[in-house]
T-cell receptor, first 112, second 110 residues
């Protein structure tokens, strides 16, 4: 059974810092990996999607990498801003069942 | 925005009553999903659909049923609501290989 973990569970940084969020999964037979942002009381917003054949994806200040063989993905946020404060979730797309398995999330606070 | 609308957005219901949540999409995507999100458990899959009248169970399907009579609508029914089903329910679609989510329905069973 695929299991997804995220470290750290919570992170607080001053504005302007670069930071890395980590996502680990137990079964490397994934179809893709997706990073989401969730604001309190809101739905999930897709940030980046990495296909299993890719190593990384970039969007603005965000960069996500994928190492399938080691079961890891990282989300790098450059020059963090208070507006980046949210919970960040990763999800792996499975080869079978056409489903997604989610990690528990990292709650990020960026202090002005 | 992938054109996903969930209704209702908030609902309070009594234990033992049936409840139906609706997910509507505007773009005719084949795959639709229902998840619940709870503190300490994250997002867990309840049921999913891969086409009209084609559905399958997820990780936490007990006490829930689904129906998909049209491509655009995916209904989640709690046959007899229990307090353990108090949660936030999210509908999602898969567009190509990417997941997109609705805004959620907050359900409270009293």
């Amino acid at each position: 059974k695929q299991e997804v973990t995220q470290i750290p569970a919570a992170l607080s940084v001053p504005e302007g810092e670069n930071l890395v969020l980590n996502c680990s999964f137990t079964d490397s037979a994934i179809y893709n990996l997706q990073w989401f942002r969730q604001d309190p009381g809101k739905g999930l917003t897709s940030l980046l999607l990495i296909q299993s054949s890719q190593r990384e994806q970039t969007s603005g200040r965000l960069n996500a990498s994928l190492d399938k063989s080691s079961g890891r993905s990282t989300l790098y946020i450059a020059a963090s801003q208070p507006g980046d404060s949210a919970t960040y979730l990763c999800a792996v797309g499975l080869n079978y069942g056409q489903n997604f398995v989610f990690g528990p999330g990292t709650r990020l606070s960026v202090l002005p | 925005d992938a054109g996903i609308t969930q209704s209702p957005r908030h609902k309070v219901t009594e234990t033992g009553t049936p409840v139906t949540l609706r997910c509507h999409q505007t773009e005719n995507h084949r795959y639709m999903y229902w998840y619940r999100q709870d503190p300490g458990h994250g997002l867990r899959l309840i049921h999913y659909s891969y086409g009209v009248k084609d559905t399958d169970k997820g990780e936490v399907s007990d006490g829930y049923s689904v129906s998909r009579s049209k491509t655009e609508d995916f209904l989640l029914t709690l046959e007899s609501a229990t307090s353990s089903q108090t949660s936030v329910y999210f509908c999602a679609i898969k567009a190509n290989t990417e997941a997109f989510f609705g805004q959620g329905t907050r359900l409270t069973v009293v």
